[in-house]
């Protein structure tokens, strides 16, 4: 009988546990009993396709991460609300002191379509939340309507939201943070990375 | 000299396009072309050493994932502010029809310690957003101070706010969608299972 | 168009590359510089499906390898002859100093499948080599006919072999090398590991 | 206190089997049941640092694998001795029907090694069998001292003796069968690949 995602997650859970924690547990003892201490900020879009750590082939302890819908970063709006992205790139920045923060967007995502379809009016039918979260990235429909371009534009402007933040901008005035914006494009299998320079997004992998 | 994680990213890219699109290109193709359809919602914290697909061994396509502060799930209030956490469980609810939903807290949360140290006031000093984020579990402060127990709790209190959303009661009570709670011990290794029966977390790796 | 297995070997070297030379070459750098220093040496059988670096999840640099029909272990005789097997043997034990020598057999053996069939004459009909090879382990048919019976038995004739050669009778009296016979049953994925107190073969990977 | 390879070893098994039998039994299951089909012969060298498995990320099932001290083919010499290397050959192409035999060579070979120090003789000082195993390849001297260009010489002398096998001659011809030639340099983690055209190694990587 096929398995569930559920069973597989927990006997992967065990071929983690053997191989970190029986195998070579000299690579996360200390991580794991001394706190983290990563150098990298990511932020992700929730899509199943696009796990960051299998993406990057990472290890325990490289990446704090954040993970939305469209990977998207609000301006700095402190008030009472509850804001989930802006208190983890708070902790990650002023608290673990990462030093590069990566806004990982990816091609074909289902959060900036949505922002295609219903960004201007800023609500999606019969849903209660999405069309108010991706219409933060509504500035860069100007763009639109095609939805790689959208999702590219979008990480622009999320990078220039971090820098609302006034202890990022800080830090990056300082040289002691850096910014930046990554593009996968799923079907070719091909990372791009933001140049700031150009205003352009170039094949970043090579 | 000493890699950078950034570059250790670009490297992972580069050896995970290599496995997935030249070697094994028949497990992404149909992912990356055809859209996703995950089975699980895997709500876990941006703690960089509790990566969810590291722990889980888990290929692209199989969880939606949340990743945000303290693994938190906020009560259903549909208004007109950004919900990142509600977007993203709607959608993978609503849109993607996930049949389980997986909460993941773990040991040592930078993020309940908060909590446990000031979330009475919902405010941490000089901090502009965690304090706020983190009293979204200051009922749980009744069991404190011991920061695994709050976090433990603080499952159990994510999972009651699922079921405040209506589409997941709904889901729920038909027998559609399943809700979990799971915490991982990082210092033996161990994961744990909530079990609604007992109100307790059983062991459950094995 | 589906990709032949040499495709997928080459794709699958860049993998190798990006992860060990690229992303962590802290890895290898004193490995692939220095030279090697194994500390075991495991002779396994050449069949597909029980290659030791995936069941053991090695690292580059762990395990000396001999790969052979039915991980026959030939006993000492030296003369002007190719002695492959042995070879590897003197030269793991004598120049690289192995603490380990393990034989890893396993179920449904092609090679002691030819051993019972055939072994009795020395000669597979049609054959040139393969009767003559696999009748190393003969004597084991007294325990036939079944091919996993004979196979492990046939790990033990193995241990007795290699205690012909003086240098691993020297080493194993002064307690500088141990010796280990590991049966793996492919269709259960159990491995069983020889006790040579009781001469029969326990579940040996709890 | 450091975990032996042994005891890493076994600890890698039980996540193989986690894996493969638990996590993604549909990976392995018809393999382990009903018998191995693999495309490539892979004659690689017992070098810890040269696993086949680790340099190409193969999947079970995927290669037959025999491992000697540098990775030598002796010609085709049927009589009544025990070999090993001609034995897995015959198995490989006769019953298994292999479509690709893969010579796999490497940099600073300690075996090749003792060909260009002890070759001429036959005879390594103090060694039963070494001397002897090496000399196969003594004609790849006149390409020497540098240890290397002999290593790379000599895959091409066992591609030779790969040929003075009948069936091997006659699947080549018939196109039913393809060799191949492949060197690591292990320093800059290349792999090379034997152009028979002009009788020269080329990067064969990309």
């Known amino acids: 009988?096929?398995?569930s995602t559920v069973e597989r997650m927990l006997a992967g859970f065990k071929s983690f546990k053997a191989m970190y924690y029986e195998q070579r547990p000299e690579r996360v003892t200390d991580l794991m009993n001394m706190g983290q201490k990563p150098e990298v900020l990511l932020i992700a879009c929730s899509d199943s396709?696009?796990?960051?750590?299998?993406?990057?082939?990472?290890?325990p302890g490289e990446m704090f991460v954040i993970r939305n819908v469209a990977n998207l970063v609000p301006p700095y709006e402190p008030d009472e609300n509850y804001h989930?992205?802006?208190s983890a790139i708070e902790f990650a920045v002023r608290d673990l002191k990462v030093r590069d923060?990566?806004?990982?967007?990816?091609?074909?995502c289902g959060g900036i379509q949505a922002l295609v379809e219903h960004g201007e009016a800023g609500k999606v039918p019969e849903r209660d939340f999405i069309g108010e979260w991706v219409s933060m990235a509504k500035c860069c429909l100007e763009h639109?309507?095609?939805v790689d371009e959208v999702s590219r534009r979008s990480i622009g402007n999320s990078l220039q939201n971090l820098m609302t933040f006034p202890y990022i901008q800080e830090r990056v005035a300082a040289g002691d943070l850096n910014l930046h914006g990554w593009w996968f494009g799923m079907k070719e299998g091909i990372l791009w990375r933001y140049d700031a320079a150009t205003d352009e997004f170039v094949q970043g992998d090579e």
């Open 1 to 3: 009988m096929a398995k």
């Open 49 to 59: 396709r696009v796990d960051p750590a299998i993406l990057t082939n990472a290890e």
């Open 84 to 86: 989930g992205t802006s």
């Open 101 to 108: 923060i990566v806004i990982l967007g990816h091609s074909a």
């Open 144 to 146: 639109g309507p095609d």
